[in-house]
Protein backbone atom coordinates (compact mmCIF):
# COMPACT_ATOMS: atom_id res chain seq x y z
CA UNK A 1 0.00 0.00 0.00
CA UNK A 2 1.65 2.88 -0.93
CA UNK A 3 2.30 6.09 1.57
CA UNK A 4 -0.69 8.87 2.26
CA UNK A 5 0.19 12.20 2.58
CA UNK A 6 -1.85 14.89 4.73
CA UNK A 7 -0.87 18.21 4.54
CA UNK A 8 -0.84 20.45 7.66
CA UNK A 9 -1.10 23.90 7.41
CA UNK A 10 0.43 25.55 10.68
CA UNK A 11 0.78 29.20 11.22
CA UNK A 12 2.13 31.45 13.36
CA UNK A 13 1.51 35.13 13.32
CA UNK A 14 2.33 36.17 9.48
CA UNK A 15 3.78 33.04 8.44
CA UNK A 16 2.40 30.14 7.14
CA UNK A 17 3.68 27.11 6.28
CA UNK A 18 2.92 23.67 4.93
CA UNK A 19 4.07 20.29 7.13
CA UNK A 20 3.45 17.13 6.35
CA UNK A 21 2.30 13.75 7.81
CA UNK A 22 3.52 10.93 5.68
CA UNK A 23 1.32 7.66 6.69
CA UNK A 24 2.14 4.57 6.62
CA UNK A 25 -1.44 2.73 7.88
CA UNK A 26 -0.25 -1.06 7.37
CA UNK A 27 3.17 -0.49 9.92
CA UNK A 28 0.77 2.22 12.02
CA UNK A 29 3.64 4.67 11.87
CA UNK A 30 4.18 8.01 10.69
CA UNK A 31 6.95 10.15 9.43
CA UNK A 32 6.47 14.12 9.96
CA UNK A 33 8.83 17.12 7.41
CA UNK A 34 9.26 20.26 8.95
CA UNK A 35 6.79 20.32 11.69
CA UNK A 36 6.24 23.50 13.16
CA UNK A 37 3.46 26.16 15.25
CA UNK A 38 0.89 24.33 15.94
CA UNK A 39 1.42 20.90 17.49
CA UNK A 40 -2.41 20.45 18.73
CA UNK A 41 -3.35 19.89 15.15
CA UNK A 42 -0.16 17.73 14.71
CA UNK A 43 -0.89 15.27 17.34
CA UNK A 44 -4.96 15.77 16.05
CA UNK A 45 -3.94 13.45 12.85
CA UNK A 46 -0.87 11.24 14.45
CA UNK A 47 -4.23 10.30 16.94
CA UNK A 48 -6.67 10.62 14.23
CA UNK A 49 -4.69 8.43 11.87
CA UNK A 50 -3.69 6.48 14.25
CA UNK A 51 -0.36 5.74 13.68
CA UNK A 52 3.05 7.37 16.08
CA UNK A 53 5.40 9.47 14.99
CA UNK A 54 9.03 7.31 14.04
CA UNK A 55 10.86 10.14 12.22
CA UNK A 56 10.98 13.66 11.36
CA UNK A 57 12.59 15.08 8.12
CA UNK A 58 13.88 18.65 8.60
CA UNK A 59 14.08 20.24 4.81
CA UNK A 60 16.57 23.07 6.48
CA UNK A 61 17.13 25.05 9.73
CA UNK A 62 15.02 27.99 9.39
CA UNK A 63 12.84 28.15 12.61
CA UNK A 64 9.21 27.77 10.57
CA UNK A 65 10.33 24.37 9.61
CA UNK A 66 11.85 23.08 12.89
CA UNK A 67 10.15 24.68 15.62
CA UNK A 68 8.34 21.67 17.11
CA UNK A 69 11.37 19.23 16.18
CA UNK A 70 12.89 19.02 19.51
CA UNK A 71 9.56 18.34 21.53
CA UNK A 72 8.23 15.89 19.05
CA UNK A 73 11.25 13.34 19.04
CA UNK A 74 11.49 13.69 22.89
CA UNK A 75 7.82 12.99 23.25
CA UNK A 76 8.19 9.78 20.56
CA UNK A 77 11.32 8.88 20.83
CA UNK A 78 11.69 9.93 17.12
CA UNK A 79 15.11 9.97 14.67
CA UNK A 80 15.17 13.49 12.85
CA UNK A 81 17.58 14.09 9.94
CA UNK A 82 18.97 16.79 8.15
CA UNK A 83 21.58 17.28 5.71
CA UNK A 84 25.09 17.41 7.28
CA UNK A 85 25.92 20.92 5.55
CA UNK A 86 22.81 22.28 6.85
CA UNK A 87 23.93 21.01 10.43
CA UNK A 88 27.40 22.24 10.06
CA UNK A 89 26.86 25.34 8.90
CA UNK A 90 24.08 26.52 11.02
CA UNK A 91 24.73 24.76 14.15
CA UNK A 92 21.89 23.02 14.36
CA UNK A 93 21.17 20.74 17.51
CA UNK A 94 18.69 18.40 17.83
CA UNK A 95 18.57 15.37 20.34
CA UNK A 96 18.21 12.05 17.67
CA UNK A 97 19.87 14.07 15.19
CA UNK A 98 20.97 12.24 12.42
CA UNK A 99 23.25 13.82 9.14
CA UNK A 100 22.59 13.32 5.79
CA UNK A 101 24.96 13.49 2.80
CA UNK A 102 24.39 14.47 -0.81
CA UNK A 103 21.89 11.81 -2.30
CA UNK A 104 21.78 9.54 0.89
CA UNK A 105 18.94 7.10 0.87
CA UNK A 106 17.34 6.31 4.09
CA UNK A 107 14.40 3.49 5.00
CA UNK A 108 11.37 4.75 6.49
CA UNK A 109 9.56 0.61 7.12
CA UNK A 110 10.44 -0.53 3.89
CA UNK A 111 10.30 2.30 1.80
CA UNK A 112 13.26 4.42 0.17
CA UNK A 113 13.75 8.17 1.35
CA UNK A 114 16.07 9.50 -1.17
CA UNK A 115 17.45 12.47 -0.01
CA UNK A 116 18.33 15.67 -2.72
CA UNK A 117 21.27 18.37 -1.74
CA UNK A 118 19.24 21.99 -3.23
CA UNK A 119 21.46 24.88 -1.92
CA UNK A 120 20.25 28.14 -2.09
CA UNK A 121 17.42 29.01 0.04
CA UNK A 122 19.74 28.22 2.38
CA UNK A 123 23.85 26.64 2.56
CA UNK A 124 22.52 22.98 2.97
CA UNK A 125 18.93 22.89 1.95
CA UNK A 126 17.70 19.11 0.86
CA UNK A 127 14.87 17.86 -0.75
CA UNK A 128 13.47 14.15 0.00
CA UNK A 129 11.96 12.16 -2.86
CA UNK A 130 9.59 9.59 -1.67
CA UNK A 131 7.85 7.07 -3.51
CA UNK A 132 6.01 9.09 -6.44
CA UNK A 133 6.44 12.58 -4.11
CA UNK A 134 8.89 15.16 -3.57
CA UNK A 135 9.02 17.21 -0.30
CA UNK A 136 11.08 20.75 -1.35
CA UNK A 137 10.62 22.86 1.78
CA UNK A 138 11.31 26.20 0.87
CA UNK A 139 13.48 25.32 -2.33
CA UNK A 140 10.44 24.94 -4.95
CA UNK A 141 7.26 26.36 -4.38
CA UNK A 142 4.21 25.47 -6.74
CA UNK A 143 4.55 29.13 -7.94
CA UNK A 144 8.15 30.34 -7.53
CA UNK A 145 11.22 29.39 -5.75
CA UNK A 146 12.90 29.91 -2.27
CA UNK A 147 14.27 33.85 -1.47
CA UNK A 148 18.14 33.51 -1.67
CA UNK A 149 18.87 36.75 1.36
CA UNK A 150 20.13 35.73 4.19
CA UNK A 151 23.50 33.62 5.75
CA UNK A 152 24.39 30.66 3.51
CA UNK A 153 21.62 31.55 0.75
CA UNK A 154 23.10 31.99 -3.23
CA UNK A 155 20.86 32.77 -5.97
CA UNK A 156 23.61 30.85 -8.01
CA UNK A 157 23.10 27.99 -5.93
CA UNK A 158 19.59 27.97 -6.13
CA UNK A 159 19.19 28.05 -9.99
CA UNK A 160 21.61 24.77 -9.96
CA UNK A 161 19.26 23.13 -7.36
CA UNK A 162 16.47 23.53 -9.84
CA UNK A 163 18.33 22.62 -13.01
CA UNK A 164 18.95 19.37 -10.96
CA UNK A 165 15.50 18.80 -10.05
CA UNK A 166 14.64 19.39 -13.99
CA UNK A 167 16.92 16.31 -15.12
CA UNK A 168 15.93 13.85 -11.94
CA UNK A 169 12.31 14.20 -11.25
CA UNK A 170 9.30 12.54 -13.14
CA UNK A 171 6.99 14.88 -14.68
CA UNK A 172 4.22 12.59 -12.99
CA UNK A 173 5.81 13.42 -9.82
CA UNK A 174 3.64 15.23 -6.81
CA UNK A 175 5.56 18.19 -5.37
CA UNK A 176 4.71 19.41 -1.86
CA UNK A 177 6.10 22.56 -0.76
CA UNK A 178 6.54 24.54 2.58
CA UNK A 179 4.50 27.21 1.30
CA UNK A 180 1.65 28.27 -1.02
CA UNK A 181 0.97 31.20 -2.41
CA UNK A 182 -2.48 30.47 -3.68
CA UNK A 183 -1.85 26.78 -4.91
CA UNK A 184 -2.81 23.64 -2.82
CA UNK A 185 0.12 21.49 -2.17
CA UNK A 186 0.62 18.40 -4.28
CA UNK A 187 0.34 19.31 -7.89
CA UNK A 188 2.45 17.40 -10.28
CA UNK A 189 5.52 18.11 -11.65
CA UNK A 190 4.55 18.39 -15.01
CA UNK A 191 2.24 21.81 -13.86
CA UNK A 192 5.42 23.62 -12.39
CA UNK A 193 7.39 23.16 -15.43
CA UNK A 194 4.74 24.74 -17.57
CA UNK A 195 3.68 27.17 -14.98
CA UNK A 196 6.39 28.09 -12.74
CA UNK A 197 8.92 31.48 -13.95
CA UNK A 198 11.94 30.10 -12.41
CA UNK A 199 11.87 26.68 -14.04
CA UNK A 200 11.90 28.08 -17.56
CA UNK A 201 15.49 30.13 -17.05
CA UNK A 202 18.40 28.34 -18.96
CA UNK A 203 20.82 31.01 -17.78
CA UNK A 204 22.06 31.57 -15.17
CA UNK A 205 23.20 35.10 -15.20
CA UNK A 206 19.17 35.66 -16.24
CA UNK A 207 17.99 33.71 -13.46
CA UNK A 208 20.20 35.29 -10.63
CA UNK A 209 19.14 38.76 -12.16
CA UNK A 210 15.67 37.72 -11.71
CA UNK A 211 15.86 36.33 -8.96
CA UNK A 212 17.44 39.33 -7.33
CA UNK A 213 16.15 41.90 -8.59
CA UNK A 214 15.03 44.76 -6.77
CA UNK A 215 11.36 46.09 -5.63
CA UNK A 216 9.84 42.66 -4.93
CA UNK A 217 7.44 42.45 -2.36
CA UNK A 218 4.62 39.58 -1.19
CA UNK A 219 8.06 37.53 -0.21
CA UNK A 220 5.66 36.40 2.97
CA UNK A 221 2.10 36.36 1.25
CA UNK A 222 1.63 32.71 1.98
CA UNK A 223 -1.97 31.27 1.61
Not at 111 to 131: A, D, Q, R, V, Y
Request: with cysteine; proline share 4%; charged share 20%.
Amino acid sequence: MPLRVYPQKVSWSFIKNYCYLVVDHEAKEALLIDPAWELNKIESKLQETETRCTTILLTHAHIDHVHLAERLVKKYEAQVMMSKVEIDYYHFRCPGLIALEESSVVLFGSTEINSILTPGHTKGSMCFWIENKLFTGDTLFTEGCGICVGKGADPENMFHSLQQLKEMIPLETLIYPGHSFGHRPGKRFSHLLKNNLYLHFQNIDEFVAYRMRKGQTGWFNFR
